[in-house]
């Protein structure tokens, strides 16, 4: 089916209608709606525990006083009207004993 002129413009739902479905998603799914189209973000895989690791080691070696911590639902406030989730936060130790601290370091 060829689209009609502008429809790939329009977003193929609201984003009130986006985060109920989801908030409604079975856990281990997590949905995108990115420039108005809705997609399922997949499982991280092999290269990306790979990725995450060698960050790690980078991190503890210039700044042992640091912890990264990788996909903590953490929103960026500042970025994409506060919807966006970080992949990781690096945050000082001491903060990462409480997770309301960790959250507010992170803003």
Not at 69 to 79: A, D, I, N, T, W
């Amino acid at each position: 089916m060829i689209p009609s002129p502008g429809t790939e413009a329009r977003p193929q739902m609201s984003l009130d209608d986006f985060e109920e479905l989801a908030r409604r998603a079975p856990k281990g799914v997590t949905l995108q709606f990115i420039s108005g189209k809705l997609q399922v973000k997949p499982l991280p895989d092999q290269l990306h525990g790979a990725i995450v690791m060698w960050l790690l080691e980078r991190c503890l070696q210039q700044r042992p006083d640091l912890r990264l911590y990788p996909e903590q639902g953490l929103k960026v406030e500042s970025y994409r009207k506060g919807r966006a989730r970080a992949d990781g936060a690096l945050a000082p130790v001491a903060l990462t004993l409480e997770t309301q601290k960790l959250k507010d370091y992170t803003r």
